[in-house]
């Protein structure tokens, strides 16, 4: 049980970063790469 809740914080702690970083990147390279990581996450 305590395994799944770090787990879980953990994805959604990379899936909430990449989300930011779609919109903060410069780059829209980076940005599209962000959003592959946001949609593997989820």
């Not at 953990?10 to 592959?36: C, Y």
Request: charged share 0%; net charge positive; aromatic share 14%.
């Amino acid at each position: 049980m305590i395994l799944q809740a770090i787990m879980f914080y953990i994805f959604a702690v990379i899936a909430v970063a990449s989300g930011v970083m779609v919109v903060a990147a410069r780059n829209p390279v980076h940005s599209v790469l962000f959003l592959i990581l946001a949609f593997f996450n989820a």
